[in-house]
């Protein structure tokens, strides 16, 4: 935790803005006063005991670096410190998840403004060859104005071997990625993926948007699976049949068995209140 008024690495810290799993962000200015701009500082702690953190903040370094885009955050300044590594950016006015939970009504028209950006700034990503991976409303940042800067790339990717990509474009990488609420049926489920995942998340953003409340709150992966077949549907044999590995269709078989027997099991209770208590 950094007090108010303390300064690292050529900043003044002048509160606290917000925190995460692995960082904490702090609304800080140069401490020279040659740039009276605020900005935002982004801290994760290097430490022995936690490898992931030290990973997803080199991942994050090495994507900042070479992204220059209107859609999405660009590192001003990077440094490190004994015991941490700091990412200095724009300081944005709102999250869009803050945005989604406040009173403040939404037309049509800022739906689609703020989705336009998001897909702009995905395809920016996705045509360098970088996968986000943690497309959320708490990862979307907005000003003012309106703009709209995809942010918090710790747990993006490169897409492997992109001079040999697969004939549907997809890979196998780990499905520990995307909140759970955003997350593609094909990580759910343990199959290959690609860049649809980002553009799943982004669906899912924006049927928030327009629904004020999450999509698909599931409260387990399982939960998660089977309210998407509820709005979604049943796959067919053959859509299972179609996918690359046996695990995956086996596990889509049986999340497809448990929505069948859950289904028929609301049924039964539904028809159970509807029946007249004398015969019960």
């Known amino acids: 935790m950094l007090p108010a008024s303390s300064s690292i690495g050529g900043y003044t810290v002048l509160k606290k803005l ?157 499905v520990h990625v995307v909140t759970r609420h955003y997350r593609a049926p094909e990580v759910l489920v343990g199959c290959e993926y690609g860049t649809a995942i980002d553009m799943w998340s982004a669906g899912c953003i924006m049927a928030e948007l327009a629904l004020r409340e999450v999509a698909f709150p599931g409260v387990s992966s399982y939960d998660q699976v089977f309210l998407i077949l509820q709005v979604l549907g049943v796959p067919t044999e053959e859509d299972i049949e179609s996918l690359s590995q046996h695990e995956s269709q086996a596990a889509l078989r049986n999340f497809v068995r448990g929505h069948q027997a859950k289904a028929v099991a609301e049924a039964k209770q539904k028809g159970k209140e509807q029946t007249c208590p004398f015969f019960r």
Request: charged share 25%; with cysteine.
């Open 18 to 174: 917000g925190e995460g799993a692995y960082a904490k962000v702090y609304e800080v200015e140069k401490t020279d006063h040659n740039d009276a701009k605020r900005y935002a500082l982004k801290t994760m702690p290097l430490e022995r005991d936690h490898r992931e953190r030290g990973v997803t903040a080199l991942r994050e370094l090495l994507h900042l670096r070479h992204i220059r885009h209107p859609n999405v955050i660009a590192a001003h300044d990077m440094f490190w410190t004994r015991d941490r590594v700091c990412f200095v950016w724009d300081k944005m006015d709102a999250t869009l998840a803050a945005i989604i939970r406040s009173p403040q009504s939404l037309t049509l028209e800022h739906i689609q403004f703020f989705m336009y950006q998001i897909f702009n700034g995905l395809a920016f990503l996705h045509g360098t060859g970088v996968i986000h991976r943690d497309i959320k409303p708490d990862n979307i940042f907005i000003n003012r104005n309106c703009d709209v800067r995809i942010g918090d790339l710790g747990m993006a990717r490169l897409m492997p071997d992109r001079s040999m990509p697969t004939p549907d474009g997809s890979m196998l990488i780990t």
